[in-house]
């Protein structure tokens, strides 16, 4: 009997489901019959009925206000509410996050896409800033939600803060591949990858580099040989973008010191063990072989002061030799058929080592409601139309005749529009796409939308180009529960992470690390480092008993 409620429940969503859906062609459709830029059906006027929310919301740098989104227009004339945006994008956005919660007044009745840290859904939550989320997610409430949290159990399990609410709704990202041993990669599994350009390799009768030294030949060539042929010593020998952690930092070329050190939080895990990678030993030799290639004018010093706009620039100029980015065409530009990946590199000792980067499908830093919302029910029932599959996945890419072509192809499938001149994919979503919670379930990409033509490329050069090379296929788990006392201690990263960011940055540019290792080690354990491995240590112990 249990069974068959169960049945009729799940039928009953997916009807539900099919109706939001359908709504959601309808409308779109109709909206897109314009020129794209969001007339029509958006601009519903505030009327005595409708409720008013502030909302505190993370934004692309290159993006306008969420009010002027397409999308957010059609959610509003759905399910009518007036919306007052406060939208910060980049290094503001934290600053002004800390600002709110530091001072603990002026709470908006939202965070969005505001990337939320487990400390502060778990310390705001408990402290009553944000209020709990789990009774709202209903079939009357949130029917898009619940029917994703039907067909993933994991899902809301794994949103849970130590004192047993949810206050951060769910993120569900599924994009990944299977191999022939059972093994499944997500798309960000590998994401700093190191491109070089072929063409001056080939003019300059090089080979392609397998080790630190031998690139370090090539750097020098580089500068010094006019590989692009103009005449001028115009060439940046290797780039990069060290406040881009997510795909723009060196840390690819640590393969060749015999570690690697991807995580943001420097968060290191190896078949159960934690560890801080930015204490390996080895970091030492991998920032003093830095310093070197930066007195010799090899490396781009910009790269500790530019953003990512400024580093793509350059890329597109073609005048880098070496960089490193997720994909190659975005930041190659029109020089993109010059570039190939650089396979990682050995020491010239031969050591060697290549950990996967640490991916989860679940995320729940994307939108909390706060204890001045009000009307919580109506804010909640606004955003759940964020977990429609065709709103999902406009809020991810962008807007059915902006991003995508106004109508699917003749599977039913929605496809990419074509690029016009001097597009790229990356700066089209960075300026279409909306922050917040989402779902993207594996079978959405033969159902509802393809699979990003970009996403697909990247997930084909993991698996066939950097897979073979990965030597710790292992990575912490994600996400894990931490007790509150954990989440104290965790709080400790943000003076942790700037300290490492300094003195990283400080060696490369004027050396000193053989000097200064000790007292750095030592300043970190001041720092409280080892309490905050013991307490990754602890989560991911409990996550694996769990699953055992
Ligand atoms: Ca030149």
């Not at 990337?115 to 705001?124: K, P, R």
């Not at 723009?248 to 070329?253: P, T, Y």
């Not at 960089?323 to 031969?350: N, R």
């Not at 490492?500 to 000193?512: I, P, Q, Y």
């Amino acid at each position: 009997m249990k069974k068959l409620l169960a049945l009729l429940t799940a039928t009953l969503m997916l009807t539900v489901l099919l109706v939001s859906c359908s709504n959601a062609d309808s409308s779109s459709g109709t909206q897109d019959s314009g020129n794209g830029s969001g007339q029509g059906s958006g601009s519903t006027a505030p009327s005595a009925g409708n409720d008013t929310f502030t909302i505190f919301a993370g934004i692309s740098a290159m993006s306008n206000d969420n009010s002027e989104k397409t999308l957010v227009k059609e959610m509003i004339a759905n399910v009518p509410v007036n919306i007052e945006w406060n939208c910060v994008s980049g290094d503001a956005l934290i600053e002004r996050k800390n600002l709110i919660f530091g001072t603990g007044s002026d709470y908006p009745d939202a965070f969005m896409g505001a990337q939320l840290s487990d400390y502060e859904l778990g310390t705001y939550g408990a402290g009553g800033v944000l209020i709990a989320l789990e009774d709202y997610i209903t079939p009357e409430i949130m029917p898009n939600l619940y029917a994703i949290a039907e067909k993933r159990p994991n899902m809301l399990a794994s949103m849970y803060m130590p004192d047993g609410h949810i206050y951060g709704l769910p993120t569900v990202e599924e994009m990944g591949f299977d191999t022939a041993d059972g093994e499944h990669y997500e798309i960000g599994s590998v994401r700093h990858m190191t491109i070089i350009n072929q063409t001056w390799l080939d003019n300059l009768n090089l080979e392609m580099p397998t080790t630190i030294g031998e690139l370090h030949e090539v750097l020098l060539a580089f500068k010094n040989g006019d590989p692009n042929q103009n005449g001028e010593a115009d060439e940046i020998p290797l780039g990069f973008n060290n406040g881009n952690n997510f795909c723009g930092n060196l840390r690819m070329l640590y393969t060749g010191f015999g570690f690697t050190d991807f995580n943001d939080d420097h968060r290191n895990y190896d078949n159960g063990v934690v560890s801080f990678g930015a204490l390996n030993p080895a970091l030492k030799d991998a920032v003093n072989t830095f310093n070197t290639w930066s007195n010799e004018g090899l490396l781009d010093i910009e790269g500790f002061t530019q953003d990512d706009s400024m580093y793509i620039s350059k890329g597109k100029q073609g005048l880098y030799g070496v960089l490193t980015w997720w994909e190659i065409p975005e930041i190659t530009g029109d020089f993109a058929d010059q570039y190939v990946y650089m396979p990682p590199l050995k020491g010239d000792d031969g050591a060697f080592a290549f950990d996967l980067a640490e991916t989860g499908p679940f995320r729940r830093d994307n939108f909390a409601v706060t204890s001045e919302c009000e009307n919580p029910e109506l804010l909640l029932k606004w955003i759940d139309q964020l977990y429609i599959p065709l709103y999902s996945m406009q809020k991810v890419y962008g807007p059915i005749g902006e991003f995508y072509n106004t109508e699917p192809d003749d599977t039913g499938i929605y496809r990419m529009r074509p690029l016009e001149d001097g597009e790229t994919a990356g700066e089209l979503k960075g300026r279409l796409e909306l922050f917040g919670p989402s779902a993207q379930l594996s079978d959405y990409y033969t159902e509802f939308w393809e699979l990003e033509p970009r996403a697909q490329q990247r997930l084909d050069d993991i698996r066939d180009f950097w897979l073979p090379y990965i030597t710790n296929k292992t990575a912490f788990p994600s996400p894990v529960s931490y007790t509150e006392e954990e989440l104290e201690t965790l709080d400790l990263m943000t003076d942790i992470k700037s300290f490492c960011d300094e003195k990283f940055a400080g060696w490369v540019r004027n050396g000193g690390a053989d000097q200064e290792w000790d007292a750095y080690v030592q300043q970190l354990e001041n720092m409280g480092v080892n309490d905050v491995v013991a307490a990754w240590q602890a989560a991911a112990d409990r996550y694996n008993a769990n699953m055992s």
